[in-house]
């Protein structure tokens, strides 16, 4: 790999601390309205407390959003694009989209907007936004949304026929750095339509309201100066420092405080007429004798009054930074923008190779990086309520997320979506590291070790969920994430971050030990919890207890805990190769990981697992008080994911940590005896060892139904449950009727808001673990472990083989077919048939389990971005 190019080195520079590049970038989420943050009701109804219609006239306490926007790392300087296009009744400074209760699946963006370009250190950035020229049908899609119930489709921008004859603008907003604090800014409008068209275009520059909420030294104010005639900006910021703005001549020039309407949010009197919705009345009314009477506050735009002919392009320049400028536009403004424009494509070109699928590769990549965003949580302060603002009603200390007082986070994040999820969820943060890494490992190193810190992770050792529960169990795959961090580190770097490695596998131990105590009741390595992740995969919603009082073994709750030690050991065997003081945690894991798989296979004759020896499956086991139990027999992802729990020791390995090696060779001679099946499987002296949950017998009945097109096998990867269920499975659980179908695409139930299913539909990151088991298995077996692809197909290939055939299944959804059309913009492949959107790409949460279309959360980049994973390792192998 070339790490030679200017954005390498601008890495280097910033790691190294040199030059702080990363202190602006991609900061600002898309929404903060509806967040459990922004929520100080009573009872925890964020959707209602803090809704979109209150958004443009009401402050913010933990963040900011807007289009397009960038700040620096803890959003105290923020800039975005504002717009109106004359008809719509408000100006449009954020994205719209629908609440959970709102929506037929739950909550959805409900905008056209992609990410095109963005490198690490956000030296470019590039995005579009698709503005329709009609008016903004925002009540037609609440109405429509409200019509339709869960078995219906979602009701799109698309369908509301504003898009019509191409009669919207592009929005075109690109950020390039001449320096760390010089930031080069470009908003491009391009009128699609053959007709005329007005755009009132306010680029906009505000500062977050610290004031109304806590002490500040001293007020921030954005102040108007004038240099040779020519006025721009000066931003005074106590913790930030000073900043110019310098911008284009402009129609009008707008100041106002962000400071909360108090009359249009609360029926009170204000104590002064400038506040955070003036732009909005001024705008709409063309009355602007109030926004323009001020030279100074705390947000401001310039006004542009563009009127563009049909197809014609308008492009306004703006520069922010701490240097005071002459002559901001001269010629240096746009060779700066062409050169890195040019460097970011060397950067991906030096990255990830001139390779096919290099589009899809780079605008996964692209949205991961806008999806950096910056996240602030003080519980105990939120809790408490802040001393300059109304006391929070005392139910709070009893309700959400009460118990977790310890938790401050004021970091960047990488959100799973920056609308429909602008918060952590800690499965899913794991997820994006792995991508991250392949374009900033140090990033992506950071990231997992903000999880283990003592203002995230709890004392008792817990890992924080995600904000609407944080005492929720998400899957435990940070260690997982962290083995495959290293490992592309090692790769691009040639030398392997012990020091990152031991930092994690230190306080992942905490982690792991409050796993074991807390989620295994039973004491007999067969692991309960929640729904960790999995949403409604089962038929009952797995967070809030069993019907009748029982207990509920999980396959999946075992499984990731066999992971998780395999893991652990493959860790510990890392750093053992370095310090030995680490052989003793590699053999405790590697017994603890023995105990699991006798649990979960009935390895031993005195207890019963939960593997059906009949129908080849593992179920979930559902444990009644008064003794009896019951197989709940779905086939389902989760029963698969034992095969995921896999690892390869090489012998090399073994050979140089002895003690550990006397510790295997104890095993297979007196703990082996006792066992009905092999958990360590055919060991030999002096050979590789492989250590799988599963048997190689069970292994090779479960993997020929992975691979069966009639149950889990689809045309574009793994689903999530078996097509079996097209005919719906049902339980008596004491007199309650329980039951699953097979759902490919929108979940038809309301667990969990329904917002997400996993009943059907095809998921990236499970289909990456089950990816890197199969290469792990091929890895010990090579070819002599053939299955036939597609199960009954007669078409033997190897396990290496079948992982990049499933690979290539999962890329295809993205690419073009001889049509020229993709297969996850489905349901409007006219449209994306245009000119103005062939070449633009949606990564959704999930995917239909028959065609593939996209699901879900439309810019979950997020887990699925790991289709640039699959894309590399792809380019590799060829």
Partial sequence: MNNTTPEHKRLEENYSEEKDWLKWGSYVSERQWGTVREDYSANGDAWNYFPHEHARSRTYRWGEDGIAGISDRYCN????????????????????????????????????????????????????????????????LVEENAKRNRTELEYQLLDTGVFDNDEYFDVFTEYAKGDNEDILIKITVNNKSKKAAPLHLLPTLWIRNYWDFKEMPKKPKIEKQTQNGSPFVKVEHCYVGDYNLYFEEAAELLFTENETNMESV???????????????????????????????????????????????????????????????????????????????????????????????????????????????????????????????AKERLSGRNNSWKTLRNHDIMLMPDAWEYPWYAAWDSAFHCVTIALVDANFAKHQLLLFT?????????????????????????????????????????????????????????????????????????????????????????????????????????????????????????ELALHDDSYDDMAIKYFGHFVFIAEALNKLSLETEGIWDEEEGFFYDKLLFPNGKSASIK?????????????????????????????????????????????????????????????????????????????????????RSLSKIHETPYNVDINGVNYSINYEPNESTTSLFGGNSNWRGPVWFPLNYLFIQALKEYHSYGGDSLKFEYPTGSKNKLSLKEISVEISKRLISIFEKDKDDNRIVHALHKDIYAREGFKDLILFYEYFDGDNGRGVGASHQTGWTSLVANLIDEINKKE
């Fill in 77 to 140: 300087i923020c800039f975005g694009v504002s717009l109106w296009n004359g008809k719509d009744a408000i100006l449009k400074e954020r994205l719209f989209g629908l609440t959970g209760p709102q929506g037929n699946h739950g909550e959805d963006v409900k905008e056209l907007y992609y990410y095109l370009e963005n490198t690490p250190t956000h030296s470019y950035m590039k995005q579009l936004y698709k503005y329709p020229q009609k008016a903004f049908p925002y009540a037609k």
């Fill in 634 to 718: 779905i086939r389902s992802i989760a029963g698969m994911l034992s095969i995921a729990a896999v690892l390869c020791i090489r012998k090399e390995t073994l050979e140089k940590l002895p003690k550990f090696n006397h510790a295997v060779q104890w095993f297979k001679n007196h703990r082996m005896k006792t066992l009905k099946y092999p958990v360590v499987q055919e060991y030999a002296d002096g050979d590789d060892l492989l250590l799988s949950l599963v048997p190689k017998d069970r292994l090779k009945r479960l993997v020929n139904v992975l691979l069966d097109e009639k149950e889990f096998l689809s045309p574009h990867g793994i």
């Fill in 453 to 573: 810190k003592e203002w995230y992770m709890a004392p008792n050792g817990q890992i924080p969920a995600y904000e609407w529960n944080f005492s929720d169990v998400n899957p435990p795959v940070q260690a997982w994430a962290t083995l495959n961090v290293y490992k592309t580190d090692k790769e691009q770097t040639g030398k392997g971050d012990l020091r990152f490695l031991k930092k994690m596998f230190n306080k992942l131990a905490l982690n792991f030990t409050w796993w074991v105590n807390q989620i295994d009741g039973s004491q007999n390595n067969v692991f309960e919890g929640g729904f960790l992740g999995l949403d409604n995969i089962g038929v009952f919603d797995r967070s809030h207890g069993v019907p009748g009082g029982g207990t509920l073994e999980q396959v999946d709750g075992t499984s990731w805990m066999a992971l998780y030690c395999l893991n652990m050991l493959e860790i510990s065997l």
């Fill in 266 to 392: 609360y029926l009170a009197q204000n104590d002064h007429p400038y506040k955070k919705d003036l732009f909005h009345k001024a705008v709409t009314s063309n009355d602007y004798k109030l926004a323009t009477k001020r030279t100074e506050g705390t947000k401001f735009s310039p006004l542009y009054k563009l009127n563009l002919k049909g197809g014609e392009s308008k492009t306004i320049r703006l520069r922010f930074t701490k240097e005071t400028l002459e002559n901001p536009f001269n010629d240096t403004f746009d060779t700066l923008f062409d050169t890195r424009v040019a460097e970011c494509e060397d950067f991906y070109t030096a990255t990830i190779g001139e390779v096919q699928h290099k589009e899809i590769q780079k605008q996964a990549l692209a949205g991961m990086l806008w999806s950096k965003n910056y996240y602030n949580y003080d519980v105990e302060q939120w809790l408490l309520g802040d001393s300059k603002a109304s006391v929070p």
